[in-house]
T-cell receptor
Framework: AQKITQTQPGMFVQEKEAVTLDCTYDTSDPSYGLFWYKQPSSGEMIFLIY??????QNATEGRYSLNFQKARKSANLVISASQLGDSAMYFC??????????????FGDGTTLTVKP | DTEVTQTPKHLVMGMTNKKSLKCEQH?????MYWYKQKAKKPPELMFVYSYEKLSINESVPSRFSPECPNSSLLNLHLHALQPEDSALYLC??????????????FGPGTRLTVT
């Protein structure tokens, strides 16, 4: 079974609107971290936001927020007020405890977001 | 400074060539990573260095040889590559390998083409 599932290969959003990118994960570890990265066509992966498994509140970073539903094992990224520069590929990733996955990050297959003017 | 630098940005090499990719970070991070990424796919982990020692080798062919000369530098030596090795090679660093909460900082990548 995939540890990180991103079910939306491609998404479109109108400029200035909000968009939600889905991510579900699978782990039996009580301690884990969830990350979202953005990869524009230039290639560089940019860290956006982090949510720890023990965090009580949803993470927010500027226009990015993470809708963390632990019981459902989902960690959806919400981008508010979309901008043309948000057009990119977005990856959800998870880090588990070292004795589970040796400190490696598991990445989803990604979602390509296109912002329309 | 949260920057990871990589050189060169683009590299074209023949199957008999020897070349090296370089990566540098000055954030004091103790874990450094090499990833290979094909178009429209997630990055695939190749190697992890933790405190300058090779910690993980994901069964990468020996034509790829990593080196960590010091805590800030990471090299990837390439020799006798195959056309299927053409990809974007990303370097990353994080504060530590073990913590679940440590995000990775990525460099801009080297686009490698093997002819």
């Amino acid at each position: 079974a995939q540890k990180i599932t991103q079910t939306q290969p491609g998404m479109f959003v109108q400029e200035k609107e909000a968009v939600t990118l889905d991510c579900t994960y699978d782990t039996s570890d009580p301690s884990y971290g969830l990350f979202w990265y953005k990869q524009p066509s230039s290639g560089e992966m940019i860290f956006l936001i982090y949510q720890g498994s023990y965090d009580q509140q949803n993470a927010t970073e500027g226009r990015y927020s993470l809708n963390f539903q632990k019981a459902r094992k989902s960690a959806n990224l919400v981008i508010s007020a979309s901008q043309l520069g948000d057009s990119a590929m977005y990856f959800c990733a998870m880090r588990e405890a070292p004795n589970t996955n040796a400190g490696k990050s598991t990445f989803g297959d990604g979602t390509t977001l296109t912002v329309k003017p | 400074d949260t920057e990871v630098t990589q050189t060169p940005k683009h590299l074209v090499m023949g199957m008999t060539n020897k070349k090296s990719l370089k990566c540098e970070q000055h954030m004091g991070h103790r874990a450094m990573y090499w990833y290979k990424q094909k178009a429209k796919k997630p990055p695939e982990l190749m190697f992890v260095y933790s405190y300058e020692k090779l910690s993980i080798n994901e069964s990468v062919p020996s034509r790829f040889s990593p080196e960590c000369p010091n805590s800030s530098l990471l090299n990837l030596h390439l020799h006798a590559l195959q056309p299927e090795d053409s990809a974007l090679y990303l370097c990353a660093s994080s504060q530590d390998q073990a913590g679940v909460g440590y995000e990775q900082y990525f460099g801009p990548g080297t686009r490698l083409t093997v002819t």
